[in-house]
């Protein structure tokens, strides 16, 4: 009994596998017929076959998380804030301990 769910198991996993593959092989085929089909319709109106190119610039994404604040705010002060440290007297929860040997 155990060898026959082992086999029927593996059966099923396999033709999941095997659905998968032929998926993945008929999107990859859609995909190149369309692109076939865009260049043929670009030498047949006379166009220059344009290769898709996708444009990524990852300063875009930067500037778009750091500067959507800012919009909506009050303009921005003629010179940033500067944090003022404090002097070394002010400091009293430290306690110096000799260096060990």
Aim: hydrophobic share 50%; charged share 20%; aromatic share 6%.
């Amino acid at each position: 009994m155990q060898i026959l769910v082992t086999v029927l198991i593996r059966l099923v996993l396999l033709a999941a596998g095997l659905v998968f593959a032929v998926s993945l092989a008929a999107v990859a085929t859609l995909a190149i017929a369309l692109w076939g089909l865009r260049y043929a319709w670009a030498r047949l109106t006379g166009r220059p076959v344009v290769p898709f190119v996708v444009r990524i610039d990852p300063r875009a994404g930067f500037g778009r998380v750091y500067r959507r604040p800012e919009q909506g705010a009050a303009p921005r002060p003629a010179e940033p804030m500067r944090h003022q440290r404090p002097e070394i007297g002010d400091v009293t929860d430290v306690e110096p301990k000799p260096p060990r040997p």
